[in-house]
């Protein structure tokens, strides 16, 4: 079965320093990975999938397949990125749904 | 355009009432999923849909949990005889082509 661990419950930056939130996964074939992020009061959005290899709002996220992890980083923290950030899973295996992590809650100081 | 919306917003049911909670996925989207969010946990899938068809309700924590889309879009999650345990935020999201989930704002469900 595949499992999504982000090993921080909360993590605390200043302005303008760089983040890194850290996400895990358990999984034997070739998932599709995703950041997610919950803005206060607001609902769950997509932030990036690794297929796109994309920059959304400075975040970029690579996928190592050897250390089976998908960190999510960006060099600058700013204040509007304080948020909820899940790491979720998709195991391609046809059902399409999304294995979660329990969420990391990142907090920048100004 | 008009995102996935959800109804009620907020329940509070007594522990043995049976509750309905509605989903509106964004129009044509074929696939649609609903999640349990525990308390300072992530989403839990619960059950998914493609058009009418529900492919996968392996998530789904008990037979007093049952799912529906008869026509296709709007889905119905229902919880018989509501325990404690149920408390929880349920979220539906639809996806279309490109595979994307987009997420409604959740129905809060507090059984007392």
């Known amino acids: 079965a595949q499992r999504v661990t982000q090993p921080e419950k909360l993590l605390s930056v200043f302005k303008g320093a760089p983040v890194e939130l850290k996400c895990n996964y358990s999984y034997s074939g070739s998932p599709e990975l995703f950041w997610y992020v919950q803005y206060s009061r607001q609902r769950l959005q997509l932030l990036l999938r690794h297929i796109s290899r994309e920059s959304i709002k400075g975040f970029t996220a690579d996928l190592n397949k050897g250390e089976t992890s998908f960190h999510l980083k960006k060099p600058f923290a700013q204040e509007e990125d304080s948020a909820m950030y899940y790491c979720?899973?998709?195991?391609?295996?046809?059902?399409?749904?999304?294995?979660f992590g329990k969420g990391t809650k990142l907090s920048v100081i100004p | 355009g008009a995102g996935v919306s959800q109804s009620p917003r907020y329940k509070v049911a007594k522990r043995g009432q049976d509750v309905a909670l509605r989903c509106d996925p964004i129009s044509g989207h074929v696939s649609l999923f609903w999640y349990q969010q525990a308390l300072g946990q992530g989403p839990e899938f619960l059950t998914y849909f493609q058009n009418e068809a529900q492919l996968d309700k392996s998530g789904l924590p008990s037979d007093r949990f049952f799912a529906e889309r008869p026509e296709g879009s709007v889905s119905t999650l229902k919880i018989q005889r509501t325990q404690q345990e149920d408390s929880a935020v349920y979220l539906c999201?639809?996806?279309?082509?490109?595979?994307?989930?987009?997420f409604g704002p959740g129905t809060r469900l507090t059984v007392l």
């Open positions: 999201a639809s996806s279309g082509s490109g595979g994307t989930q987009y």
């Open positions: 979720a899973l998709d195991s391609g295996a046809g059902s399409y749904q999304l294995t």
